[in-house]
Nanobody
Framework: QVHVVESGGGLVQPGGSLRLSCAAS????????MEWYRQAPGKQRELVAT???????NYADSVKGRFTVSRANARNTVDLQMNSLKPEDTGVYYC???????????????????WGQGTQVTVSS
């Protein structure tokens, strides 16, 4: 009943910018936080940025000052603005929903997390 879709990835030169979007859909009542992770080839998935329902943000040290996570105009959508991109930012970027309450028929249910399928970001000259 809950779906997560990322978009906006692509190929960009070092120093360039990209804007990723994460849209959550379904019979959602609330989402505690929306997070961006990334996974480079041969490496573990790492947390990049967090946006809580209260508007608090948190960033990995490696992206502070370059990436900005924010709510988009559409409900349950967040964007990740990535500036001054570096080759080490290359990877698949995933959106994760934390602690989602949603309707299933007449009932409200809760799930700890939902993940999207990811979008590829490649930073290369």
């Amino acid at each position: 009943q809950v779906h997560v879709v990322e978009s906006g990835g692509g190929l960009v030169q070092p120093g360039g910018s990209l804007r990723l979007s994460c849209a959550a859909s379904g019979s959602i009542f609330s989402i505690n936080a929306m997070e961006w992770y990334r996974q480079a080839p041969g490496k573990q998935r790492e947390l990049v940025a967090t946006l809580t329902s209260g508007g608090n943000t948190n960033y990995a040290d490696s992206v502070k000052g370059r990436f900005t996570v924010s709510r988009a105009n559409a409900r349950n959508t967040v964007d990740l603005q990535m500036n001054s991109l570096k080759p080490e930012d290359t990877g698949v970027y995933y959106c994760k929903l934390d602690y989602v309450r949603y309707y299933s028929g007449d009932y409200m249910r809760m799930s700890n997390e939902y993940w999207g399928q990811g979008t590829q970001v490649t930073v290369s000259s």
